[in-house]
């Protein structure tokens, strides 16, 4: 039950942020950037303070110097350089959509040996992902795939819900077991 929160969580986020990119691509994208360049040099100041507060081995061992000095350096990267970040971010999501693609391809295939029939809307959500995934990366950056980028957000989010919600029944030697929650 909680894993199933979980995801239905993580959709709920897809969906507003879908949402939010149809609204103003280039902004939300901005936005994004900037506050992940904010949080890497928090964390990467937090990482330097923590080894020079720990022992000398400590602080060798888990590479706290080298952690927090990336951080603050990769921080201070998206923020100096947020044009060049958004130009290639398109891809990144594509990228991040086609492995979510195959990951979903390796649970639709794991349902099937399970002879769990959510297989089946499991594989169409996969084959959807890789699909969209695809058509993003081959797509130079525009304004009509940020509002691809968007729908399709939305419609994994979608997809992601009534698969979860509605994960059928589970075989287990011939006896139909049906999933408790």
Same mark, same amino acid.
């Given at each position: 039950?909680?894993?199933?929160?979980?995801?239905?969580?993580?959709?709920?986020?897809? +969906?507003?942020?879908?949402?939010?990119?149809?609204?103003?691509?280039?902004?939300?994208?901005?936005?994004?950037? *900037?506050?992940?360049?904010?949080?890497?040099?928090?964390?990467?100041? +937090?990482?330097?303070?923590?080894? $020079?507060?720990?022992?000398?081995?400590?602080?060798?061992?888990?590479?706290?110097? *080298? *952690?927090?000095?990336?951080?603050?350096? +990769?921080?201070?990267?998206? %923020?100096?350089?947020?044009?060049?970040?958004?130009?290639?971010?398109?891809?990144?999501?594509?990228?991040?959509?086609?492995?979510?693609?195959?990951?979903?391809?390796?649970?639709?295939?794991?349902?099937?040996?399970?002879?769990?029939?959510?297989?089946?809307?499991?594989?169409?959500?996969?084959?959807?992902?890789?699909?969209?995934?695809?058509?993003?990366?081959?797509?130079?950056?525009?304004?009509?795939?940020? +509002?691809?980028?968007?729908?399709? %957000?939305?419609?994994?989010?979608? %997809?992601?819900?009534?698969?979860?919600? $509605?994960?059928?029944?589970?075989?287990?030697?011939?006896?139909?077991?049906?999933?408790?929650?």
């Amino acid at each position: 039950m909680k894993q199933k929160l979980s995801g239905i969580g993580l959709a709920v986020i897809e +969906i507003i942020v879908g949402i939010l990119i149809l609204i103003d691509p280039s902004g939300l994208t901005k936005a994004i950037i *900037t506050v992940a360049g904010i949080v890497l040099i928090v964390m990467g100041a +937090i990482s330097l303070i923590n080894y $020079f507060r720990s022992d000398p081995v400590g602080g060798v061992l888990r590479q706290g110097m *080298t *952690t927090g000095l990336m951080e603050v350096a +990769i921080g201070f990267f998206c %923020l100096v350089k947020t044009g060049w970040i958004v130009s290639v971010f398109d891809t990144v999501i594509g990228l991040a959509i086609l492995i979510s693609g195959v990951s979903k391809l390796g649970m639709a295939i794991d349902f099937m040996r399970l002879k769990d029939s959510s297989w089946k809307p499991a594989l169409i959500n996969a084959f959807v992902t890789l699909v969209c995934a695809i058509i993003i990366v081959s797509i130079s950056a525009s304004d009509a795939l940020w +509002i691809f980028i968007g729908i399709v %957000l939305i419609v994994q989010a979608a %997809l992601d819900i009534v698969t979860t919600f $509605f994960p059928g029944k589970k075989k287990d030697e011939g006896v139909v077991v049906e999933e408790q929650e």
